[in-house]
């Protein structure tokens, strides 16, 4: 088989940090090339050399045989090369067919857009490739899998033969996965080329042909789902044996931590969202809430935490009625919060790692006297909890921003974990993480139920509440359906429940 | 940025190569209207250096007209950094001066240690509830800054155009038909540090304010308040910062220190209040800010810049034949502030993260959250 791709030792650097470091890398046609790597082992900056979304230091790339250069995106498009990123760059109003031809307008005399022109086109190159995206529907009332598919299809009208995605799946429903993965499937079939970027290990087993795997900007390993399994890849990820399954000794629980009383919270467009809900979540255990996302779990956290005011019904925290409560004083009584959105409520990403991990008690002894910030007092605790975590970035001065995604969302964890809180709410914790990142902040939340401390767990991975959580209550429509112990719990009927079948 | 770049630290284009490359490029562009009209930009251009420079009162005079601007910049600048476009300097300025001047001439006999910090504090707690109205309309119903800040302006110009003009409130009677407000108390006249100038103690209290501004915005729990909702209003909510409470305090703050340049600029230089005081100081203090990229240290030399052309440009005028005239700074000025607000404004009304180029390739990629 002929080479669609192949690196020669690569070599990209930010500062100090050397995010490719002599990467060599040979992709065929007619092939799945999965790209497996732990955040910041240099997986994404790699392809963004391929695409010339920057360019390397040194290194060499060959396309379809011969070496080439690639400067900007438009380069590599030329070339024949399309990536579709995680974060989909269309745009909404428009419709499938005008976000696919945007910048390669097929025009009538008199400079019109072939608007008719334009969506047969891309009818007939859905239909190829059984892509089955519908070219006149405005993009913002698709679901996000078909959004994807949108992307993939745009870098297909640009004449894409070797195409990257970057974490596709991590978007994506099961239903929508097996869709994608039958997409890839006819691609590979006509004879182009994918590379799959991706730290999910069963994906990886059951699409690709080949398996590159990248830890700290090099080259690893590289072998073939046949050759492998799921352990030997995670290995490979993070250099060391992965438990795939966090392990933990029942829990002993304590006092009443955290506690609502018939909650009724009502969302942004003032519906109920939480219809009534009342838990006990107690010291040294995890109590998980499973349910399929935007089933009142949003509004439920937001009511704890204080960001939403309850329209009946309490919140207790250590006992005291917090109902009416700040935020600020939650956080203070020894409340902490994990929010899903890490970027939207978690992370300031200009802001210093140091900074972020002291949102919170920037203003207390010992990192403030007065109003006069004691910055050294902020780097020490900075470097302890970066050291304790296990962050990996160049200082407690770099920019939050300027981490992968499982250190930011460690850098959060350590926030939350750090001040040594009462009650945790961690919500979705892990979402969009590494194998790596997830067994420790798995490890971390488990050692501080040890500890004592008070778990709610919020997770739509049913798998990640099946594996932490002590109880396990369902949550649909805003009600809690079931509660159940974590211990054996039957992962079926709690599917079922999620869904809201009756058989509660 | 272009591959030239790539080595350069982000924070050295900030601050350094871009607000450099705009005033060089301003200057060219006003050079091409120079051009235009037939005379010699180099001429025109040598005659506003000397008007701004080459001796010791047109220097000085520099210095005067920068105070001002160093006030104002640093006001603006100070909103930039929590996320706030504070378009009111203008007539925060005025409601400052209105306020100021209104107790340094109704005191008297008091010595000037007194006088002149009672007019300061006047001013300063007058242009802090000011401005603070367009931080509280936008903290509690949402309503734009800029929107609001501008509106307040005229209402500032309003206010003072009343009380000035109205016998009985701030119009002296004995002023021979003049209007104007009577002379502030002989006592709170900024002393001049330098003798046989106008240059007064103002520029000296500028010149701390920069520090003071500096230390405020980056090592005091307020200004990381502040940075912190500038960044992101939603990680800080949820982090316990009072989101509403820190844009009331930052739009204050930056309104403080705008109407400090108003009571300045009377205590040291004007010394009475006019209906028609009208500056434009308030909007070429955005530019100001712009040009010092919202640093506060950027402001010293920026503000200088602005009192060099502001305070040459009549000496270019009368110099230079053909006429050069000296409303050629404005082109200057509108031409730097092209260059360095081009991306600059568009970022602050699309409100758009600031990304270095470099961190994107590195963070978002990997593992991010996807997008509800």
Known sequence: MENALELRGIVKTYGELRANDGVDLVVKWGQVHALLGENGAGKSTLMNVVYGLTSADAGEILFDGKP???????????????????HFMLIPPLTVAENIILGHEITKPRGWIDVEGAAKAVSELSSRYGLDVPSRARVQELSVGVQQRVEILKALYRGA???????????????????????????????????FITHKLAEVIEIADQITVMRRGKVVDSTTPKESNQADLARMMVGRPVLLRVEKQPAKPGDVRLKVEDLVVTDDRRQVAVGGVSLEVRAGEIVGIAGVE????NELVEAISGLRTAKEGRVFIGGR??????????????????????????IILELPIADNLVLEDYDRNPFARWIVRQLKAVAEYAARLIKQFDIRASGPTAAAGSLSGGNQQKVVVARELGTEPMVLVA????????????EFIHQQIVAQRDKGLAVLLVSSELDEVLSLSDRIAVIYRGRIVAVVDGAGADRDRIGLLMAGGAAA | ???????????????LIIPVVSVVLGFLVAAIAVVATGADPTLAYLYLFQGAFTNTNAFAETLVSSVPYMFLGLGVALGFRAGLFNIGAEGQFYIGALAGVFVAYSVHGLPAIVEVPLALLAAIAAGFLYAGIAGFLKAQTGAHEVITTIMLNYVAFLIANYLVTTPGLMLDPHAHGLIRTPYIDANAVLPIIFPGSRLHLGFLLALLAIPAVWFLINRTTVGFRLRAVGYNAGASKAAGISVARTTVLAMGISGALAATAGIVQMLGIQHDMTAAVASGYGFDAIAVALLARSNPWGILPAALLFGALHNGASFMQLQTTPQVSSDLISIVQASVIAFVAAPEIIRWLLRLR??????????????????A
Request: aromatic share 4%.
């Open chain 1, 161 to 195: 033969r070797l195409l990257i995605l970057d974490e596709p799946t991590a978007v994506l429903t099961p239903q929508e996965t097996k869709g994608l993965f039958e997409i890839v499937g006819n691609l590979i079939q006509a004879g182009n080329a994918v590379i």
């Open chain 1, 321 to 346: 009625d917090f109902t009416r409560r700040s935020t600020r004083l939650r956080l203070r009584e020894g409340l902490s919060v994990i929010p899903a959105d890490r970027h939207k409520e978690g």
């Open chain 2, 1 to 15: 940025m272009s591959r030239l770049w790539a080595h350069v630290p982000a924070w050295v284009i900030n601050a």
């Open chain 1, 68 to 86: 080439v250069t690639i400067h900007a995106p438009q380069d590599a498009i030329a070339l024949g090369i399309g990536m579709v990123h995680q």
């Open chain 2, 354 to 371: 600031r990304h270095q180029v470099a961190a994107v390739a590195i963070t978002q990629r990997e593992g991010a959250a996807p997008h």
């Open chain 1, 427 to 438: 919500c979705q914790p892990t979402r969009g993480i590494d194998v790596g990142s997830i």
């Open chain 1, 294 to 297: 935007g089933n009142g779990q």
